[in-house]
């Protein structure tokens, strides 16, 4: 009796190597995708934990910056878009609202660079910084009315370090990460600006003691 292959049943292809290897690689795609997606998801509930509380902040700072409530929302939405995109690069342990505050602050400056092209030029506040002597804050028995009415008088650079700083409560380091510029220049503006601010709230703020937050 000679030997006789044996075929696979009609209609029935034997698998070759290659449908081996296909099937495979289709595998370890599913698995990768299902990877991917568990990895987004675990993305999503912290940014969900940490990031998400901070937008009624975020969208009031940018209120004070941009004045528009249009332009806020917008401004807002798209930094938390960038947020969650770069979410990954977020050290656990630090000050989440800064880092959000630093992004807002980044795509704002984009905005602006993209309305209008403007020459950079030497920051003057950077020659004084070492010789900044401590400004305290504006006092508690002010009305917030008065005091922000104040504010909209100086210029927007101080503007800027004095929200943040008495508003925002953030520290002269996430200032200066937050506007990209110097410490010693959030120095001097901080400075700078609140003896402006005095100027604009007239004598009754020559003497106080102690912090105050605008609400």
């Known amino acids: 009796m000679s030997d006789v292959g044996v075929d696979p049943p009609v209609g029935i292809n034997r ?7 296909g099937r495979a690689a289709k595998d370890r795609g599913v698995m990768a995708e299902q990877s991917a997606r568990a990895a987004d998801d675990h993305l999503w509930a912290i940014f969900e934990a940490q990031a998400l509380p901070h937008v009624d902040r975020l969208f009031r700072l940018a209120m004070w910056f941009e004045r528009d409530r ?3 929302e917008d401004l807002v939405q798209e930094t938390m878009l960038q947020a969650l995109q770069s979410f990954h690069r977020f050290e656990a342990g630090t000050n989440c609202r800064a880092w ?3 992004i807002l602050q980044h795509v704002r400056s984009n905005r602006r660079r993209a309305r209008v092209r403007s020459l950079l030029v030497e920051d003057p506040d950077d020659r004084v910084a070492q010789m900044t002597p401590f400004q305290a804050p504006i006092p508690q028995h002010l009305s917030d009315e008065d005091v922000l009415a104040a504010l909209k008088r100086i210029p927007v650079q101080f503007q800027e370090v004095i929200v943040l ?6 520290t002269y380091k996430e200032i ?11 120095m001097s503006r901080l400075h700078r600006g609140r003896a402006l601010l005095r ?7 020559r003497a106080f003691s102690g912090p105050r937050v605008v609400k």
């Open 176 to 186: 200066a990460e937050v506007l990209a510029i110097p410490i010693g220049t959030v």
């Open 199 to 205: 100027s604009e709230l007239g004598p009754s703020t």
């Open 15 to 21: 698998p070759t190597g290659n449908m081996i290897d």
């Open 70 to 72: 249009s332009e806020a």
């Open 165 to 170: 700083c008495d508003v925002e409560e953030l």
């Open 100 to 102: 959000l505050a630093t």
